[in-house]
């Protein structure tokens, strides 16, 4: 692996932090204790990544799901991603 593709992460990453970083402190603000609940915040974070995020890792992503999905499903294909445990 060349080191600039190691280091490729780094804007994304610092971008995405940049993005949710800021309406989470203020969802924790409004309600201090969702510091005792560390799911809650997690999914409070990504769920604000995603509104940015979202529609592009799905329109980037669409070729490699049609190459790996179509010769192998027929019908309805309901595609999950990622989720969350409960």
């Known amino acids: ?7 490729a992460l780094f804007p994304d990453l610092r971008f995405a932090v940049q ?5 989470t402190i203020v969802t924790l603000w409004r309600n201090p204790f969702l510091l005792f609940c ?17 529609n592009g890792v799905d329109e ?3 070729p490699v799901k049609r190459e ?4 192998y499903a027929s019908g309805v ?3 999950l991603g ?3 445990i409960e």
């Open 19 to 23: 993005t949710a970083l800021w309406p």
């Open 38 to 54: 560390p799911r809650v915040l997690s999914q409070t974070f990504m769920s604000h990544l995603w509104v940015v995020f979202g």
């Open 60 to 62: 980037n992503g669409r």
């Open 77 to 79: 294909v309901l595609d």
């Open 82 to 84: 990622a989720g969350t």
């Open 68 to 71: 790996l999905i179509t010769p």
């Open 1 to 7: 692996m060349k080191l600039s593709a190691a280091f």
